[in-house]
């Protein structure tokens, strides 16, 4: 570690995921300072924010000539470009995977295979890259069935299809917008629930199970978006169906990715869909997900600095997770139009006197010369913990109430598909 009292950390990013770990670093007591390139205005009231270099390598220097002794990666499309591998090639302490291990999330094409290589449970799929051929695929399998971009879209290159025509339709404007594959696979019906891994390539840390509500509508209805909602945890799965996660899926996939050499030392994100015939991978990412960390990371009490500089260098057999006995929900307010075109500037005002057990975790904000301004689609992450889920609804569903936010999109019924039916 530098000679500065406490660590010194830079995370990459700027939306509310990245918010939510600069917040858990600075309650490190092993943290002496939290560096953030780009960040956003509510990650500067808490972290020195740096402009974000356009190449990976200078972001390594970047780091290097910050002292820092570890990098913490947010996004994706910064680990599928190697930023990982740039810090690396410098002897900086890294929590992110390489680009190859990376993969994983970069192409839904790869995911796939890789599940069928190492007998992973998830749904039969087809791989195009001609419109013609998938579209032919849709017409044999039917609907429902699910249309995905291969590469990497924000979490919005999914689309459910109810009918052969909605598949057709999204080959067609996936290709359309330049996407160069796609794949087409089987609809799973079920739960769908969010468990992230912390693994340091060989040792797995699993956190508390969470719920991600992606869809733009109430209901479950419009389109995708990168997450509207969150809650965690969840009691989807006891003991003894985590047990069998773990066995059939988290630890064949960390080792398969060993076995390929290409070891996961960062977080193992799998989307999973809980169906009657048991749980089934919907998708992998290689990153805290976004809006899922700001659930988790308010709930954990094992300091998160220890964790992720132990997993970075390969030591987390000698962390152990602690848990806040809660839970906790977090609502995405969104610019009016988002997923799809929306304003940018949106004046805000956030009152300071939420409560102690509320955070603001920003996602899209800036500070304008006229005060607080939205700067994207998803622009703030409302959480709130309590002793129990419904009564955390409750209480990130007073804090949006009080927010200024003109004009401002968010989910009503957060938690709903758990039986949650507290928010106004
Ligand atoms: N909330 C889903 C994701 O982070 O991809």
Not at 3 to 19: F, M, N, Q, Y
Not at 72 to 100: H, K
Request: aromatic share 4%.
């Amino acid at each position: 570690m530098s000679d500065t009292p406490g660590a010194r950390v830079l995370v990459i990013g700027s939306g509310g995921r990245e918010h939510a770990l600069a917040w858990g670093l600075a309650r490190s007591a092993l943290v002496g300072e939290v560096i953030v390139a780009p960040g956003n205005a509510g990650i500067a009231a808490l972290a020195r924010c740096l402009p974000l270099p356009e190449r990976v390598e200078e972001i390594a220097a970047l780091a290097r000539a910050e002292r820092v002794d570890l990098v913490v990666i947010g996004p994706e499309a910064p680990l599928a470009a190697g930023l990982a591998d740039a810090c690396a090639a410098l002897g900086l302490s890294v929590y992110g995977p390489s680009a190859a291990a990376a993969r994983l999330e970069s192409s839904k094409a790869h995911a796939k295979a890789f599940m069928a290589r190492h007998a992973i449970p998830t749904s039969p799929y087809g791989v195009f890259d001609d419109p013609a051929a998938a579209r032919r695929y849709v017409r044999e399998q039917g609907a429902p069935i699910v249309v995905k971009v291969s590469g990497l879209a924000g979490g919005k290159g999914v689309t459910v299809a109810p009918d052969v025509a909605t598949a057709e339709l999204a080959v067609d404007e996936a290709f359309a917008s330049g996407h160069r594959e796609v794949v087409v696979e089987g609809y799973l019906a079920g739960q769908e629930v969010s468990l992230l891994v912390v693994s340091d390539g060989t040792v797995a840390l699993p956190l508390r199970l969470a719920q991600d509500y992606k869809q733009v509508g109430d209901g479950d209805v419009g389109p995708m978006t990168g997450g509207m909602g969150t809650v965690a945890p969840v009691d989807l799965l006891d003991d003894a169906g985590l047990a069998d996660v773990t066995e059939r899926i988290v630890e064949p996939t960390l080792a398969g990715l060993r076995a390929e050499g290409t070891p996961l030392v960062g977080t193992l994100f799998v989307g999973l869909m809980l169906t009657a015939e048991g749980p089934q991978v919907l998708e992998y990412n290689v990153r805290f997900g976004d809006p899922e960390t700001q659930v988790l990371l308010p709930l954990l009490e094992t300091d998160l600095f220890e964790l992720l500089r132990a997993a970075a260098v390969g030591r987390l057999d000698d962390v152990e997770l602690r848990w806040r006995s809660a839970a906790a929900a977090c609502v995405v307010m969104a610019a009016p139009g988002y997923p799809g075109a929306y304003p940018l500037g949106i004046p805000l005002g956030i009152p300071d006197d939420l409560g102690p057990d509320v955070v603001v975790f920003h996602a899209g904000t800036t500070l304008a010369e006229g005060g607080l301004a939205s700067a994207g689609g998803r622009v703030l992450a409302v959480t709130a913990v309590a002793r129990d889920r419904a009564a955390a609804v409750r209480r990130a569903y007073d804090a949006v109430e009080r927010i200024t936010f003109p004009g401002a999109h968010f989910r009503r019924d957060i938690g709903g598909r758990l039986g949650v039916t507290e928010a106004p």
